[in-house]
């Protein structure tokens, strides 16, 4: 979508449906690039809910308040609504491995000094943090595998490793965390299930300790379809979105609320 395009159209599209009273409009545009705050951190925009005021070959416009709209990338959208429809529209937002917003604040139980119970809720600004669900590990390059795909960014610059896993659907998963004596014959290990357009099977990222870098197999019913050797760590996210990542999570869901029928995508 050309923005710079779509930009200079808001006025004319726009006319009409602003209050006569009103010398100004804003408008959000949703194009699959990532949101920055003023403080310059990535957010993850909210659900809303407005009405189709106007499309063009490249986008779709939501009036969303008096003098608010939407812009939606028609490329994007899942389903493509009639003027004047009343829609749901869900850009992408980071997720969780339990499927919660990766903005929730954190839940965590502290305690009084006579031994009573409270729970505190943390969040740090720009945080959106997607763990592994997993013990901690006794092993520490399991533990270092764990903290780069935890903490380093997907290629995309705006998700991190693990934020594209839970968008590949990943589950079932499984570790290997081995005593010192035991980190070549049984390497460690991160495993788990995947299904994209891409791929569908079971992935395993290992360590390879002779090298002191990664190795990414893929399995579909136990038998091996590609093996990566020699992944460095700062090449992983590369590595699993060509592997695994098939870009569906930039849709934008919309949902008619009130529309004879839409074009499906």
Known sequence: MDTQAIRAQMPT????????????????IFDGQPKVSTLGFHID????????????DEAIVVKTGRAEFAVLDRTLVTEVPDEGAKVQVEPYVRRRFDGQRADTPEEQTEFTADGQPYTVKR??????????PIPKPRCPELQ??????????????????THMLVDAGARDITWVDPLPADIIRTPPAIGFTVATTKFQGRVTVLYERGLDLY??????????VERVDEVFFDTLGETLERLIDDGSWRRIRVQCLSCRKAIRH
């Open 45 to 56: 925009p909210k659900p809303f809910e407005g009405k189709v005021i106007a499309t063009t």
């Open 144 to 161: 270092e595998l764990v903290d780069q795909l935890e903490q380093l960014p997907a290629p995309d610059g705006f998700r991190r490793v």
């Open 123 to 132: 969040l740090v600004l720009g945080s959106a943090p997607a763990k592994l």
């Open 215 to 224: 190795a990414v197999e893929l399995r579909r019913d136990g038998e091996l």
């Open 13 to 28: 599209l726009v006319v009409g449906h602003v209050p006569t009273n009103v010398r100004s409009f804003k408008f959000n």
